[in-house]
């Protein structure tokens, strides 16, 4: 089994239900030649260069398993020929990536912020004790770079 992960970034200009409909569509031509793994929705992000005149993009991570790996090139002329998906790059993974559940991390995500309000919350009620934390850690920052000479060079 071969293993295959593409990051492909979206127009940034679409609603929710069009990024949804290209998302479909993408996994439907994947699904024609491979078995879709894991594909998680990184949200809307700010782009290194403008990319047709877009500032930002949405990105969308897909991995996927196929048999044959001769149907990723008509994959990747697909990719370059929809004109909603800005940039996309596929590459071959050494092994299978792990399965998420992208419901459960978005639930965790809210269960972590309910637990930090709970926790705000608590701080401004007396009846707590203060908690004295100790850090064991320790950095070592290792030596400083030394400074090099190359401003005391000349120019001739």
Do not use: H
Not at 1 to 12: A, D, G, S, W
């Amino acid at each position: 089994m071969k293993y295959f992960e593409t990051l492909y970034i979206v127009n940034p200009n679409f609603e929710q239900s069009r990024l949804d409909t290209i998302i479909k569509d993408v996994e439907k031509n994947v699904a024609k030649f491979s078995k879709v793994i894991n594909q998680n929705i990184w949200g809307k992000k700010r782009l290194a260069y403008k990319i047709n005149n877009e500032k930002y993009g949405t990105f969308v991570l897909l991995n996927f398993e196929t048999e044959e790996g001769s149907s990723i090139a008509g994959f990747e002329s697909y990719m370059k020929l929809n004109t909603s998906v800005l940039r996309a790059q596929t590459i071959k993974l050494k092994s299978r990536p792990i399965e998420t559940d992208y419901e459960k991390s978005m639930q965790l995500d809210d269960e972590y912020k309910l637990q930090q309000s709970i926790e705000d919350s608590s701080i401004n009620d007396d009846s707590t004790e203060p908690v004295k934390v100790e850090n064991n850690n320790v950095i070592d920052e290792g030596e400083p770079i030394a400074e090099s000479g190359d401003n005391d060079i000349e120019k001739k």
